[in-house]
């Protein structure tokens, strides 16, 4: 069975300091990993994903994931907040053998001026 | 190109009733997956649809139904409302295999 554990439900970085958000995972399978974006009143937004190629995954706006199998991770990050990364994140994973899709419970990142 | 667009934005509805919620995917996708999600959760699979049929279901009771059209677009139905199924229903549409991008949403409350 799939899991995903987003072990921080709320952060807080200052700007211009970097961003870490820490996602754990459990899978019988091959995973595929996502990490999206969901700000107030909008639409998720897909940011990365691992399908099992490069174990370093750069995404939109800055951020980057590395899938560390040995630790069952995928932590984001992100060199430099900005106030516009204020928004909730959310770790995924889907299984490659049935696709079944499971989101963690979000992390919310609060961006400090 | 559109994206994906759900309707209506948001919706009130007394226990008991039914509801219906629509979806149109992106342009050029065949495959569309309905979420729940709750106030401070993440979103919950419900179950995905491709060719017309329901290719996997979540842990959700027969009070949800769905249905895709030939033209891909989709239909979330619940019946017997409850309080508990208060909650902003995603869309998101893909290719069988592929990324899915998601919709605004429908927030749905229950009174």
């Known amino acids: 069975a799939q899991s995903v554990t987003q072990l921080d439900s709320h952060v807080s970085v200052s700007e211009g300091t970097p961003v870490l958000l820490r996602c754990n995972y459990s899978s019988s399978y091959s995973p595929s990993l996502f990490w999206y974006v969901q700000h107030p009143n909008k639409g998720l937004q897909l940011l990365l994903k691992y399908t099992s190629a490069a174990t370093l995954v750069k995404g939109i706006n800055g951020f980057e994931a590395e899938f560390k199998k040995s630790e069952t991770s995928f932590h984001l990050t992100k060199p430099s907040a900005h106030m516009s990364d204020a928004a909730e994140y959310f770790c995924v994973v889907s299984d490659q053998r049935d696709d079944k899709i499971i989101f963690g419970k979000g992390t919310r990142l609060h961006i400090l001026p | 190109d559109a994206g994906v667009t759900q309707s209506p934005t948001h919706l009130i509805k007394t226990r008991g009733q039914q509801v219906t919620l629509r979806c149109s995917p992106k342009s050029g996708h065949d495959t569309v997956s309905w979420y729940q999600q709750a106030l401070g959760q993440g979103p919950q699979f419900i179950f995905q649809y491709y060719e017309e049929e329901e290719r996997q279901r979540g842990n959700f009771p027969d009070r949800f139904s769905g249905h895709q059209f030939p033209n891909y677009s989709s239909e979330l139905n619940v019946n017997a409302l409850l309080l508990g199924d208060s909650a902003l229903y995603l869309c998101?549409?893909?290719?069988?295999?592929?990324?899915?991008?998601f919709g605004p949403g429908t927030r749905l409350t229950v009174t």
């Open positions: 998101a549409s893909s290719l069988v295999t592929g990324e899915q991008y």
